[in-house]
């Protein structure tokens, strides 16, 4: 099973988004709440694109050109 590298920005956005969500559904129910879910909404959204665009999901090179 491959396990997942992190790099320290990608740990940091992960952190943020969970705090931000953690913080959105302790709030009742309202118009700040909805926004705090959306802002968390977008962190994570940030933390997933930050990953999927980042190299560590980038085959390694052994050499050699492709035909």
Do not use: C, H, W
């Not at 879910?37 to 959204?45: G, T, V």
């Amino acid at each position: 099973m491959n396990k997942r590298k992190s790099s320290p920005r990608q740990d940091y956005l992960d952190v943020k988004a969970i705090e931000a969500a953690l913080d959105a559904q302790s709030l009742p129910p309202g118009p700040e709440r909805t926004e705090a879910l959306r802002k968390a909404e977008k962190l994570r959204n940030v933390a997933d694109y930050n990953y999927l665009f980042s190299s560590e999901l980038r085959p390694e090179v052994t050499g050699g050109q492709p035909k």
